[in-house]
C-alpha cells in the first residue's frame, strides 16, 4: 500500500473523508470510490500479467512435441488391394506424360 498511510490513525482518516465529503459531495464519492476501485484491479492485473511474463522468460524452453502426421507412418509391409483396382503402372499413365527417348 502507499507508504504515508501506515502513519495515519483513526483521527486522520476521518477529517480526510470529510474533508472529500465536502469537497466532491455525497452524489459523487461512490463515483469517486467505484473508479478508485476499477483503477487498483487494473493495475493490480497489470502487475500479475507482467509476473507470469518474467516467470514464463525465467522458465527453461522446452521444444515442442511433434506430432506424428498421417503421411509419416510406417507402411505395412503388404498393402490390400482388391482385385479389381489392380493394374499395372504402365496401363494408367496417361500418353502425354510418357517419356519419348
Do not use: C, H, W, Y
Request: no cysteine; aromatic share 6%; hydrophobic share 40%.
Amino acid at each position: 500500500m502507499l507508504l504515508f498511510l501506515d502513519n495515519l490513525g483513526g483521527g486522520e482518516l476521518l477529517v480526510i473523508m470529510v474533508f472529500v465529503l465536502f469537497f466532491f459531495g455525497s452524489k459523487k464519492v461512490p463515483d469517486l470510490a467505484r473508479g478508485l476501485g476499477r483503477a487498483s484491479r487494473e493495475f493490480k492485473d497489470a502487475m500479475n500479467g507482467v509476473q507470469r511474463e518474467i516467470e514464463q522468460s525465467m522458465k527453461p524452453a522446452v521444444p515442442p512435441q511433434k506430432a506424428v502426421t498421417e503421411a509419416e507412418k510406417p507402411l505395412p509391409e503388404e498393402i490390400n488391394v482388391p482385385e479389381d483396382q489392380k493394374t499395372e503402372i504402365s496401363d494408367n499413365t496417361p500418353s502425354n506424360l510418357t517419356s519419348t527417348p
